[in-house]
């Protein structure tokens, strides 16, 4: 499934760091993924907020949908587990961003810091994604946007395999579909429910993977593929019937708490064990409660709990 997935089908016990040392941009090289990154992007585009204050990218990867948000947004944090992609990402974005290593179940921001959260190609490698829809609700502020995607299990690709052969895997039950290491398929309706109780209403959805698949099995026929369309045209509907592969919507918070003031971003961190403010050092961050020492390294700050000492040396 390496093709459909990104990433090469192994079994990863840290979900997070999946991607470490993954030459991700090369995935997107071929004929077909370049139809399909022309498409997300135009998606991202239309699902993000013209304009708005702090927006973090939870799994931003090396900076593919930057270009989507940079001069958008007043404030942008691109989180990853990946240390190697989040390099790549500063290359891309050119510092332009603030950088942040850590694990996405342990999200090391206060309550209300951001107005918007991307999170793209990352819903499906969760094993929690009740968990990470809550906390994504949390660092939210009031009226605060969530655009993601998943993996829809009930497609039409999966639909027409289980009514020519009921014994492959059936896309209408509800619970999630794992046929590959760290890859969840999920039911629209339960991802609905998933986030109505985290306290989200969807307003948009958009459809894709469709014609890159096209594009894909027409690529030995000459010069076919390239006239196969992105499928910009068809998102909105493909989404709404989620007949696609790949569904994106926006969400909305219901809850009415402000955007968190602060001076600078770094008051935005906190410790992901303790949840206390961290103080800033000369060599990274350090919580005043726990005393595990969060290192800052090339522009990066590391904020995975299994990477930091419980005892500090930061002056």
Request: net charge positive; glycine share 6%.
């Amino acid at each position: 499934m390496e093709d459909e997935i990104g990433v090469p089908a192994r079994h990863i016990p840290n979900a997070y760091d999946i991607y470490e040392g993954v030459d991700y941009d090369e995935y997107w090289k071929s004929v077909d993924k370049r139809k399909l990154d022309k498409l997300e992007h135009a998606i991202v585009n239309e699902l993000l907020p013209a304009r708005g204050s702090r927006l973090i990218d939870l799994g931003c990867g090396y900076g593919r949908l930057s270009d989507c948000y940079l001069d958008r947004f007043e404030t942008k944090v691109m989180f990853d587990g990946s240390r190697s992609l989040l390099q790549a990402a500063q290359r891309t974005t050119r510092g332009k961003a603030f950088y942040v290593l850590g694990d996405i179940n342990q999200l090391p921001f206060c309550s209300s810091a951001f107005d918007t959260v991307l999170m793209i190609r990352v819903f499906h490698h969760l094993n929690d994604s009740r968990a990470c829809l809550k906390n994504a609700e949390r660092i939210l502020c009031g009226n605060g946007n969530l655009v993601m995607n998943y993996s829809n299990k009930r497609n039409i690709y999966r639909m027409i395999r289980f009514l020519l052969h009921p014994t492959s895997p059936n896309p209408f039950a509800l619970k999630p579909l794992t046929d590959e290491p760290n890859f969840f398929h999920h039911h629209p309706t339960d991802v609905l429910r998933l986030l109505t109780e985290s306290g989200f209403k969807i307003s948009q959805y958009r459809g894709a993977g469709i014609f890159d698949r096209i594009a894909r099995k027409t690529s030995s026929l000459a010069g076919f593929s390239s006239l196969v369309p992105a499928g910009v045209r068809f998102a909105p509907l493909l989404g709404k019937y989620f007949a696609a592969p790949w569904v994106f919507f926006k969400g909305v918070t219901q809850k009415k708490d402000p955007l968190r003031a602060v001076s600078k971003i770094e008051e935005l961190l906190i410790c992901p064990i303790c949840n206390s403010g961290l103080i800033q050092t000369k060599l990274g961050f350090l919580c005043a409660t726990c005393q595990r020492e969060y290192p800052m390294v090339n522009g990066i700050i590391d904020m995975r709990v299994d990477a930091q000492p419980a005892h500090s040396n930061l002056d």
